[in-house]
């Protein structure tokens, strides 16, 4: 490897999933394995997603990273997981404009800067650490030129952050939870891909972009610890229901995948409650939009809409169509007009629906 000065650096862009079969409690916290399989569908990355460049050069005496404009802490086992597990895989590198040849070898001596921002809240509830690991994985694969299939890109993603594995596709994704104790067959696959349901229209009512006072690590962590009712959904509830998740997206059934995410979502916040401290991710302003959507799927006698709530008090609502999102935005808007504080704003997870819908 020349001593000379160079920089060499790789962009990336990775969105965020919302799961629709929650991932909550680990049974291996250092190699993140989880207690149950999860499903999520992974969202469109011009609204929700992380773009993270990482760049390595010999004028670099360590390994920094910078998240949305500040310097953070790598020191955390997850991003080192990741760097290590990239840099066993780095392949050689050659950039003949540049005159830059890296060794395979080298990478194990050559130190990264990564600077990732989100274009959404961090740490509110919307899943930034899964849009933030998989880019961050995806992105070091390209520097260093790793040629890995993306069951095991997600696999190393997974250690990142669990619910990272499932943003290294896109459409609807199984996470596994796996057998083996040293994770090798905990990893993502894709169900359908985004072609599949295109119908569906994804609804994120921004309710609070306020950094969450319990982050999903430590509060799952918790719950293990103590709550009953976890073991009896991970162990009871979530096989069977995983079994529906995976009927009902084949078939584009909205009724019966509508019926699986709500309740998935209330049980998941049921075993939130159940965490001693109790763990409260949702507010009152969750709640009336819970009402809201309940209501009105009662009242039509058949779903319209879905709703699912993360580790924070933002709704995901996915709309069975256009015209149903375009009414649901009016029903959003009568009921938190824009001069009331108590929803920040709606993010349209398919940009063609206000002009589609005539909105
Ligand atoms: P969220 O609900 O947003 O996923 P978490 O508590 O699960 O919240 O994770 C938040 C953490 O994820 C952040 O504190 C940070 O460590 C990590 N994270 C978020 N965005 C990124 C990113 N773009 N790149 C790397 N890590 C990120
Ligand atoms: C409620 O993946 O953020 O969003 O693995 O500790 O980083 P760590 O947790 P994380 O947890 C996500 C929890 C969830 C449900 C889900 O995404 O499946
Ligand atoms: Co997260």
């Not at 910078?66 to 955390?76: D, H, Q, R, V, Y």
């Not at 529906?244 to 059934?253: G, H, L, Q, V, Y």
């Not at 799927?297 to 995901?316: I, S």
């Amino acid at each position: 490897m020349a001593e000379a000065q160079w920089v060499l650096m790789a962009t990336g862009r990775s969105p965020t999933n919302i799961a629709v079969i929650k991932y909550w409690g680990k049974r291996d916290e250092a190699l993140i394995l989880p207690v149950n399989d999860s499903i999520s569908v992974t969202l469109d990355p011009d609204h929700l997603s992380a773009t993270t460049t990482v760049a390595a050069s010999p004028s670099f005496p360590s390994d920094r990273m910078w998240l949305n404009g500040k310097e953070i802490e790598l020191s955390g086992g997850r991003f080192q997981s990741c760097l290590r597990e990239i840099r066993r895989r780095a392949r050689d590198v050659e950039d003949k404009k540049k005159g830059i040849k890296i060794k395979k070898e080298d990478w194990e001596k050559l130190h990264v800067h990564i600077a990732s921002y989100n274009n959404f809240p961090t740490a509110a509830g919307l899943a930034s650490s899964a849009a933030g690991f998989a880019c961050l994985v995806f992105t070091l694969g390209k520097l260093m030129n790793v040629n890995e299939d993306y069951g095991e890109l997600s696999s190393i993603a997974r250690q990142g952050s669990g619910s990272a594995c499932r943003s290294i596709y896109g459409g609807f994704v199984k996470w596994c939870m796996g057998k083996n104790d040293d994770g090798s067959d905990s990893m993502a696959v894709q169900l359908v891909d985004e072609s599949h349901w295109d119908d569906l229209v994804i609804i994120i009512a921004v309710v609070s972009s306020k950094q969450k006072e319990t982050s999903s690590t430590s509060g799952m962590r918790d719950t293990v610890e103590t709550s009953l009712l976890l073991q009896y959904r991970a162990q009871t509830v979530v096989p069977s229901r995983i079994l529906k998740m995976e009927e009902a997206i084949k078939n584009r059934d909205f009724e019966s995948f509508a019926r699986l995410t709500c309740a998935d979502s209330n049980q998941f916040h049921a075993v939130c409650l159940d965490t001693s401290p109790p763990i409260f991710y949702m507010n009152d302003t969750s709640h009336r939009i819970i009402s809201l959507v309940e209501k009105w799927n009662h009242a039509e006698g058949t779903p319209q809409v879905a709703y699912t709530f993360d580790a924070g008090p933002n709704a995901v609502l996915i709309a069975r169509n256009r015209k149903t999102a375009a009414l649901l935005l009016q029903r959003l808007l009568y009921c938190f007009p824009p001069q009331d504080n108590d929803l920040e704003s709606y993010m349209l997870g398919d940009k063609s629906i206000l002009s589609d819908a005539g909105v």
